[in-house]
Structures are given as structure tokens and as C-alpha cells.
T-cell receptor, first 117, second 116 residues
Framework: AQSVAQPEDQVNVAEGNPLTVKCTYS??????LFWYVQYPNRGLQFLLK??????LVKGSYGFEAEFNKSQTSFHLKKPSALVSDSALYFC???????????????FGKGTKLSVIP | GAGVSQSPSNKVTEKGKDVELRCDPI?????LYWYRQSLGQGLEFLIY????????KSGLPSDRFSAERTGGSVSTLTIQRTQQEDSAVYLC??????????????FGPGTRLTVT
């Protein structure tokens, strides 16, 4: 079975400072990894994904994430935080393609990011 | 283009009543997923449709829950004899296809269900 851990329920960072939201995963085989963001009373918005290739992936709104296979991590980063980045962030994992299955996403519990002006 | 749409946005129902939640996926997306988001359980997978294949119902929490997808497009999630523990936000997502390619899922705004 696959699983995702987001060890921090909340992350506070000052505007302009770099931010990191942590994620570790467990899955059989090579993982497909995703980050989503959720603003209040909204659905989830896709930020970025890692499928294969370069371990550093870039996504929307200046976010990036680094895939580390040995540490089974996929931390979300941004060099300079904005107040508008304040939201709930979800890391998700999907099993690799095997010819069968539904490939649903397994989500972490979410990390609330607060960027302080 | 148009994203995933869901209706209603909010639904309040009495315990024991049946409810239907609707999802209209992005045009051309063959894979459709239902998830449930609740405070205690986080985001949980419910059911998956891919084209004309049999749906994966492995995430449905009880036989009170069912879903269908007509014509490979619109999907309806039905909850019979609602219970208070069914209160949650029900999210629908669609993707180009599942399996190969690792295509991301696009989510609708959700339906907030409150069972009183």
C-alpha cells in the first residue's frame, strides 16, 4: 500500500523568506509524485509533479520540488514567500503504471502554510 | 477552457435522506475520480471510472454509496440513507487518462454535504 507523510501540520514563514513544506512517501516501484494547493472553500489546484527525469521540478507560481529517492522525499520549496501563498498544501503519490489499476492519488494530511507580512 | 464543475456547491440534508452529487469533467478526459475530504480522515479515494471499463469501487465506505458515469462524461455520486458521518466535502477530479504518462488530475470545487 502507498502512503504519504507530511510531518508538519503548520508552517509559518515571513514574507520574502524561503519556504519548505516537507513530504515523504512510501510506494512500491518508482513513484509518481504531486503537489496540490487548496485555498479556503476551493478545490485542489495542481502545482507540479515528478514522473521521471530531473530531480528538481518546477511548477506554478514559482514553486519547485526536489525528488530524493534515497530519502523517499519530495519537499516543496519556494525561494521567496508571498502572503498570497498562504494556503493548505497537499502532497500526493500515485503508483507507477503496471497495466492495471485505477491509479488513484493517496494524499498526505496537508500542511497549512502561513506567510506573515 | 472549462474546468471540472460540480453541483450543488452546498447540500444540507436530514439524516436518512438520499442525496445525489453531480460532476461534469473536463471535455476529453476519460478518467474520473471521486474523493471525500473530511476533517478526521483527510482526502480519501472513493471510486474511479476509466472509459467503458468497469469502475474501481474499492474506496466506497459502505453499500449506501454508489456512482455512475453516463456516456463517459457526467458522473453522479449517490448516498442513500445519509448518516451524520457522511458530512464532508466531496471532490471530483478528471484526467486525460490514467496509467501511463502520469497525467495530473484536475479537481472541481467540491460539494459540501452536511447531514443534520
Amino acid at each position: 500500500a502507498q502512503s504519504v507523510a507530511q510531518p508538519e501540520d503548520q508552517v509559518n514563514v515571513a514574507e520574502g523568506n524561503p519556504l519548505t513544506v516537507k513530504c515523504t512517501y512510501s510506494v512500491s516501484g518508482n513513484p509518481y509524485l504531486f503537489w496540490y494547493v487548496q485555498y479556503p472553500n476551493r478545490g485542489l489546484q495542481f502545482l507540479l509533479k515528478y514522473i521521471t527525469g530531473d530531480n528538481l521540478v518546477k511548477g506554478s507560481y514559482g514553486f519547485e520540488a526536489e525528488f530524493n529517492k534515497s530519502q523517499t522525499s519530495f519537499h516543496l520549496k519556494k525561494p521567496s514567500a508571498l502572503v498570497s501563498d498562504s494556503a493548505l498544501y497537499f502532497c500526493a503519490v500515485r503508483a507507477p503504471y503496471s497495466g492495471a489499476g485505477s491509479y488513484q492519488l493517496t494524499f498526505g494530511k496537508g500542511t497549512k502554510l502561513s506567510v506573515i507580512p | 477552457g472549462a474546468g471540472v464543475s460540480q453541483s450543488p456547491s452546498n447540500k444540507v440534508t436530514e439524516k436518512g435522506k438520499d442525496v445525489e452529487l453531480r460532476c461534469d469533467p473536463i471535455s476529453g478526459h476519460t478518467a474520473l475520480y471521486w474523493y471525500r475530504q473530511s476533517l478526521g480522515q483527510g482526502l480519501e479515494f472513493l471510486i474511479y471510472f476509466q472509459g467503458n471499463s468497469a469502475p474501481d469501487k474499492s474506496g466506497l465506505p459502505s453499500d449506501r454509496f454508489s456512482a455512475e458515469r453516463t456516456g463517459g462524461s457526467v458522473s453522479t455520486l449517490t448516498i442513500q440513507r445519509t448518516q451524520q458521518e457522511d458530512s464532508a466535502v466531496y471532490l471530483c477530479a478528471s484526467s486525460v487518462r490514467s496509467g501511463t504518462g502520469g497525467h495530473e488530475q484536475y479537481f472541481g470545487p467540491g460539494t459540501r454535504l452536511t447531514v443534520t
